[in-house]
């Protein structure tokens, strides 16, 4: 069977279309919601358990605002996850310890510039700019985000990703309504 992003919201493909069209239609233009019932994932989306490892062109640390740059052909690899992009800043909440934990236990944000691409098993999404916020466990993507899982996509001009509530927003306009291309899944 062939899972889709029809599969991954937990709801058949007649009901999305229902769902999808009433909020088309319903909606002030301005913002277009699509929510979920399932998420992107049940866990964090950083496993503090298992080695974070980035590559990047040039690291610069920069203790004034605890903050780490990574600059140039960035890929972030953490277990099945995968971040790639231009530029990356690490921002670590401030530690009021002598013995602190290590930067992974203290991320506050993380932002990612340039050619974005996530992608953690068959879901991906790309973006010119996203930044994860750590606490909240929620990820924004901003200029031209896109999220697919198979042949199924959905594309906005701004969409959040709220990872353990198992909940995303996607927000559109005039300009730039909200597309969404889902496949009904097969049964093979």
């Known amino acids: ?22 909020l088309v239609t319903v909606l002030p233009p301005g913002v277009y919601c699509a929510e979920k019932a399932r998420g992107l994932a049940t866990d964090k989306m950083l496993n503090t358990d298992s080695p974070l490892h980035i590559a990047s062109d040039r690291m610069e640390v920069r203790q004034s605002d605890r903050s780490i740059v990574f600059e140039g052909h960035v890929v972030v690899q953490q ?17 009021t310890k002598p013995n602190q934990p290590s930067i992974v236990d ?22 010119d700019r996203a930044v994860y916020y750590h606490q909240e466990q929620k990820i924004v993507l901003m200029g031209n ?23 995303s927003v996607v ?15 097969r049964k093979d």
């Open 171 to 185: 927000e559109g306009g005039e300009q730039t309504p909200v597309k969404a291309v889902l496949h009904p899944s």
């Open 145 to 167: 985000p896109t999220v697919s899982q198979g042949h199924d996509k959905i594309q906005g001009r701004l969409i959040t990703l709220y990872i353990d509530q198992g909940r």
């Open 79 to 95: 277990d099945d996850l995968t971040i790639t992009g231009n530029r990356l800043r690490v921002t670590a909440t401030p530690g």
């Open 106 to 127: 203290r991320i506050d944000r993380i932002e990612v510039e340039g050619d974005v691409r996530v992608a953690q098993r068959d879901k991906i999404a790309t973006a």
């Open 1 to 22: 069977m062939m899972k889709g992003i029809v599969e991954y919201f937990g709801m058949s493909f007649l009901v999305k279309a229902l769902v999808v069209f009433s």
